[in-house]
């Protein structure tokens, strides 16, 4: 069973960066899709975006474009972001999936338990 889990949330300053990690207990993340879902207070799971098994090829939500940057590093994959706002206050949650990325939350059988990101105005 592929355990994940996500590292570098807290307290951030709107207009500061982001930087998350995702890693797999026992493992490593390379041959899976790797997928960014995000949930704030009171609102549905949404996405952030996806990372292919290669790490060639990498999908975002339109309104996440530009803003975020997913990539892999070491066997792990990263959720980086230069530009927050208060807007972005979640908690950020990583899952993996054999096969090619899916926007659909129900695709991925594997998911970390959450990291929380405050990002104070």
């Known amino acids: 069973q592929l355990q994940l889990a996500e590292f570098g949330g807290g307290l951030v300053q709107a207009g500061g960066s982001l930087s998350l990690s995702c890693a797999a207990s026992?493992?490593?993340?390379?041959?899976?899709?790797v997928a960014w879902f995000r949930q704030g207070s009171g609102e549905e799971r949404e996405g952030v975006g996806c990372i292919s098994r290669s790490g060639e090829i990498t999908y975002y939500t339109e309104s996440m474009k530009g803003r975020f940057t997913i990539s892999r590093d070491k066997g792990m994959v990263l959720l980086q972001s230069s530009v927050l706002d208060a807007e972005d206050t979640a908690i950020y949650y990583c899952?993996?999936?054999?096969?090619?990325?899916?926007?659909?939350?129900?695709?991925?059988?594997?998911w970390g338990q959450g990291t929380q990101v405050t990002v104070s105005s």
């Open positions: 899952a993996a999936r054999p096969g090619t990325c899916r926007h659909e939350t129900a695709m991925y059988p594997f």
């Open positions: 026992g493992f490593t993340l390379n041959g899976y899709a």
